[in-house]
């Protein structure tokens, strides 16, 4: 079996810790210039704007010069260019380093920041920001964490070492423990097991349990209960045993204890206005530990941060950041 030949580097650097779009050119086609592909397969950028980019040289071929705007078509051409990036609302809470080494950078992510660009958040993620502030454009996401959880997330500083610390995550060969606080029932017998089967649909924001063999594994605890004016709190450990997506929000809503501040379980609420930062989803990624696949050291990490609705309910629920 023939290996494919690895794209050449880009010739463009890093943009606010975004790397530049690479574009390959298709095999065959009917276009007869570089500009008329383009302007084709970038055609929801709007009427102009990719003639504009050609007029401004801000596609350039893999030696760095600005591409014609009469070149020539050439299938299997790469082609790099900048996306320019709407301005982004900036997540006000520090993103803390809580280990570093040559191999693996180990971040403490707060609530609303997005581990890696996807959508309408880019600049303004774990990965761009940690590229800037640590100065390693190389850097990369071994796996995510959803936006509104907050907690430990692992990157790679070598990009040839990234498939063996994303293999940890795969074969499921990595501690984690989660942390959220709920609604405490005194019917709900604790510890257990929940074991379902979760189907996440493309294009549909909640996930949902149907009928099947289970595919999806949690084990529940409760750590602490408070009683309140209002609402009996728990404080509960979740041990994901496998990774689907919204598994432990899931499984924490079948039992009847949705994790506070919830906007998806167990009903769809409607979204925030952007920079809205209050009563953030109550689930922490507690700790992290794996046997290092490159060193071989083990590692355990903890995050240093507290739900606000445990050590804060009244100012939680009020919204008072």
Same mark, same amino acid.
């Given at each position: 079996?023939?290996?494919?030949?690895?794209?050449?580097?880009?010739?463009?650097?890093?943009?606010?810790?975004?790397?530049?779009?690479?574009?390959?050119?298709?095999?065959?086609?009917?276009?007869?210039?570089?500009?008329?592909?383009?302007?084709?397969?970038?055609?929801?950028?709007?009427?102009?704007?990719?003639?504009?980019?050609?007029?401004?040289?801000?596609?350039?071929?893999?030696?760095?010069?600005?591409?014609?705007?009469?070149?020539?078509?050439?299938?299997?051409?790469?082609?790099?260019?900048?996306?320019?990036?709407?301005?982004?609302?900036?997540?006000?809470?520090?993103?803390?380093?809580?280990?570093?080494?040559?191999?693996?950078?180990?971040?403490?992510?707060?609530?609303?920041?997005?581990?890696?660009?996807?959508?309408?958040?880019?600049?303004?993620?774990?990965?761009?920001?940690?590229?800037?502030?640590?100065?390693?454009?190389?850097?990369?996401?071994?796996?995510?964490?959803?936006?509104?959880?907050?907690?430990?997330?692992?990157?790679?500083?070598?990009?040839?070492?990234?498939?063996?610390?994303?293999?940890?995550?795969?074969?499921?060969?990595?501690?984690?423990?989660?942390?959220?606080?709920?609604?405490?029932?005194?019917?709900?017998?604790?510890?257990?097991?929940?074991?379902?089967?979760?189907?996440?649909?493309?294009?549909?924001?909640?996930?949902?349990?149907?009928?099947?063999?289970?595919?999806?594994?949690?084990?529940?605890?409760?750590?602490? *209960? $408070? +009683?309140?004016?209002? !609402?009996?709190?728990?404080?509960?450990?979740?041990? =994901?045993? #496998? %990774?689907?997506? @919204?598994?432990?929000?899931?499984?924490?809503?079948?039992?009847?204890?949705?994790?506070?501040?919830?906007?998806?379980?167990?009903?769809?609420?409607?979204?925030?206005?952007?920079?809205?930062? *209050? $009563? +953030?989803?109550?689930? !922490?990624?507690?700790?992290?530990?794996?046997?290092? =696949?490159? #060193? %071989?050291?083990? @590692?355990?990490?903890?995050?240093?941060?507290?739900?606000?609705?445990?050590?804060?309910?009244?100012?939680?629920?009020?919204?008072?950041?």
């Amino acid at each position: 079996m023939r290996r494919r030949t690895p794209p050449p580097p880009s010739p463009l650097p890093q943009r606010d810790g975004i790397d530049a779009v690479r574009v390959r050119l298709p095999a065959a086609g009917p276009w007869s210039t570089v500009r008329e592909h383009l302007t084709e397969r970038l055609s929801g950028a709007g009427a102009g704007v990719v003639g504009g980019m050609f007029d401004a040289g801000l596609f350039v071929g893999a030696d760095g010069r600005a591409v014609p705007s009469d070149a020539p078509y050439e299938p299997g051409m790469f082609v790099w260019f900048h996306r320019e990036l709407p301005a982004e609302v900036p997540v006000p809470f520090p993103l803390e380093v809580v280990y570093r080494d040559e191999h693996i950078v180990v971040a403490d992510k707060p609530h609303f920041l997005a581990t890696t660009p996807r959508g309408g958040h880019v600049t303004e993620t774990a990965l761009a920001r940690l590229r800037r502030e640590l100065g390693v454009p190389a850097l990369g996401a071994a796996h995510r964490l959803d936006r509104l959880t907050a907690g430990l997330v692992l990157f790679t500083v070598r990009p040839e070492e990234r498939g063996a610390y994303q293999g940890l995550f795969r074969d499921r060969r990595v501690r984690k423990e989660y942390e959220a606080v709920a609604p405490y029932d005194p019917a709900l017998v604790l510890p257990r097991t929940v074991r379902s089967r979760i189907l996440k649909e493309r294009g549909v924001l909640a996930a949902r349990e149907i009928e099947g063999e289970p595919n999806a594994v949690s084990r529940v605890e409760l750590i602490e *209960r $408070r +009683p309140g004016p209002d !609402l009996d709190l728990g404080r509960y450990r979740l041990v =994901p045993g #496998t %990774g689907q997506t @919204h598994q432990l929000r899931v499984h924490m809503t079948a039992l009847g204890v949705p994790i506070l501040g919830d906007p998806l379980y167990p009903e769809v609420t409607d979204p925030v206005p952007a920079g809205d930062f *209050r $009563r +953030p989803l109550q689930l !922490l990624a507690r700790e992290l530990g794996f046997t290092d =696949p490159v #060193t %071989g050291r083990e @590692h355990r990490f903890r995050s240093g941060r507290s739900l606000d609705a445990w050590t804060a309910y009244e100012d939680w629920a009020a919204g008072r950041q």
